[in-house]
């Protein structure tokens, strides 16, 4: 055991690469030690949980582990699927259980609380150890959080053969824990509406790459979907339809799902952009509303922002924002706005009879507007999350714990981190999954889509988060994720057009770095990605091929120079 495991190592230091055999495991681990041994599930194979009052989201994922280690059912990624294993099978050892067990002093709390907590507090490092020889395999975390990826990698390591789970690579030995602690998925459900039902199978498919939040831009200008307890006529006049809306209960079933996965709902209610819709039911907030040409007063149809020069709309913005984000467990809400169009007040008479009468700027109203809807949020107990024009663009007060996003241009998080924001990285030029797809507005049959091309899993994975920052501003950097804005997706493509190229960035964030230190490899990570898609696919997601099968199951013979 010992040899195999020093060959392995030697291996991975000597080419910089994993060996071959190890393609399952997605984000890959901190430290990896894999062996050459076989050793298969036992029909009676149990999970052993050694947690004194174990809360039951750890209980429901435990079960959630055996079902797909009893039902994933994948074939190896290799030619013949496994069938060249059956002579190691016949001889190989079985493993019975996999202990699961706490750090000696760890508080014992539900993966449900452990993942909403503050970022940079979440412990989501484990150790997980399978011996080769049959007895118990174990796994240790300091939460229950740390337990629940663990079990993530558990069930990646195994495949199925002619009646038989089996691994091929035992003993194996994992230290994990997550380069950064934000790795996020943000998905538009205002332009499209997207059924409970696709949201959670989307929380399902982010939890299996450890991706830890979902940043749900639940509003914009199309629609306003969102049923609010104090402001219902929002969603009454501003829904697609009366079944297109989510309830409260609905966002609390979703947040409560996503929680109990690991991940932490981070909502987005866009301001002062991207608010045409609330003229439907206050039209007298709203500024040049459907005005034409759109393109004038908008990046998009339809045009309209809020008048936020205006106390009583500053004031209805607070409430509108603190009452939703009371109801929600997550320290961070997200009040955008990016895109803001001035052109859009230069002729608006309420908003200049405001600035004149009181010769406060536009730039001046806004910064007041920020500080008061900003200023609600602080007093919640919530992390105000902006786009990255309010920092670039206007010159306004922020409070130093805001958070910025990137998102025009990966070349911006430079200038934000010079301000000492924390960021999070969700540049357009590698992280938007809808780009690529051409023009959607009508009148443009040649045209492409603003951020063409399409970003490959591989654009994507090749980005750098440090990329021409200072080491001194190494640690603003909170994490990162890729994006769905959904002009032209809803519940008809949200798999394929974010699976399994959103598993990237989880990837980025997580690991950082191979485990022998190398730089993440686009070459190496293939493989890997792989068998992240076909065992989406075998769990219900249909993620799209990234090659054809053929290549699939022979790496590298489809390299380009290969």
């Not at 996003?405 to 301000?419: K, L, P, T």
């Not at 960035?505 to 890997?528: D, Y």
Request: aromatic share 12%; proline share 6%; glycine share 6%.
């Amino acid at each position: 055991m010992a040899f195999s495991r020093y060959v392995v190592v030697l291996a991975l230091v000597a080419g910089c690469l994993l060996p071959s055999s190890v393609q399952a495991l997605w984000p890959i681990p901190t430290t990896l030690e894999t062996g050459m041994t076989t050793l298969k599930i036992s029909p009676a194979f149990y999970f052993d949980v050694q947690i004194e009052g174990a809360p039951p989201d750890l209980c429901d994922a435990v079960a959630q582990s055996q079902y797909y280690l009893e039902n994933d059912k994948l074939g190896r990624l290799v030619v013949g699927r496994g069938a060249n294993d059956t002579t190691a099978l016949a001889s190989a050892m079985t493993l019975s259980k996999l202990t699961l067990s706490l750090a000696s002093g760890a508080t014992v709390g539900s993966i449900s609380s452990e993942a909403v907590k503050p970022l940079g507090t979440r412990s989501e490092e484990y150790a997980l150890m399978i011996p080769a020889d049959g007895s118990a395999a174990t796994l240790t975390a300091n939460s229950t959080l740390g337990l629940y990826r663990g079990l993530t990698t558990f069930n990646q390591l195994f495949y199925y053969y002619g009646g038989v789970t089996y691994t091929s690579i035992s003993p194996i030995t994992i230290t994990d824990a997550p380069a950064y602690p934000f790795r996020g998925l943000a998905l538009d459900t205002s332009r499209n509406y997207y059924p409970v039902s696709d949201i959670l199978r989307t929380l399902d498919a982010m939890s299996w790459v450890k991706i830890n939040t979902f940043h749900w831009h639940i509003t914009d200008s199309q629609s306003f979907p969102l049923e609010v307890a104090q402001y219902p006529e929002l969603a009454i006049n501003g829904a697609y339809s009366p079944q297109e809306v989510y309830t409260a209960s609905d966002v609390q079933y979703i947040v409560q799902y996503a929680a109990a996965r690991g991940i932490d709902v981070m909502m987005e209610i866009d301001t002062p952009g991207h608010t045409a819709i609330i003229a439907a039911t206050y039209p007298e907030y709203v500024a040049c509303f459907d005005a034409r040409p759109w393109a004038d007063f908008a990046n998009e149809p339809p045009a309209g922002q809020l008048r936020f020069a205006l106390p009583e709309v500053m004031n209805f913005t607070a409430s509108l924002l603190t009452n939703v984000a009371k109801t929600l467990p997550s320290y961070y809400f997200s009040t955008g706005g990016d895109e803001l169009n001035t052109n859009c007040y230069a002729n608006d008479y309420l908003t200049q009879r405001q600035l004149n009468s009181t010769g406060i700027t536009l730039n001046g109203a806004l910064d007041t507007f920020t500080q008061t809807t900003h200023g609600a949020l602080i007093a919640q107990g919530k992390t105000p999350v902006v786009w990255e024009e309010m920092v670039l663009n206007w010159n306004i007060t922020l409070s130093n714990e805001t958070i910025v996003m990137i998102w025009i241009s990966s070349a911006d998080a430079a200038a934000v981190a010079g301000r000492g924001f924390r960021i999070i990285q969700a540049p357009s030029n590698y992280f938007y999954l809808d780009c690529g797809a051409g023009e959607w507005l009508g009148d443009g049959p040649t045209g492409n889509s603003w951020c063409d091309p399409f970003k490959t899993w591989s654009e994507a994975y090749t980005f750098d988060p440090l990329a021409n920052l200072t080491e001194a501003q190494y640690k603003l950097v909170l994490g990162g994720e890729q994006l769905l804005w959904s002009e032209q997706s809803g519940p008809q493509n949200v798999d394929p057009i974010v699976w399994p190229r959103a598993a990237s960035s989880a990837e980025i964030f997580w690991s950082g770095k191979q485990p022998t230190g190398a730089a993440l490899n686009v070459t190496e990570a293939l493989p890997r990605l792989h068998d992240v898609r076909y065992r989406m696919v075998q769990r219900g997601v249909n993620a799209i091929p990234l090659q054809p099968h053929w290549c699939a199951l022979r790496p590298d013979a489809c390299d380009l120079y290969g």
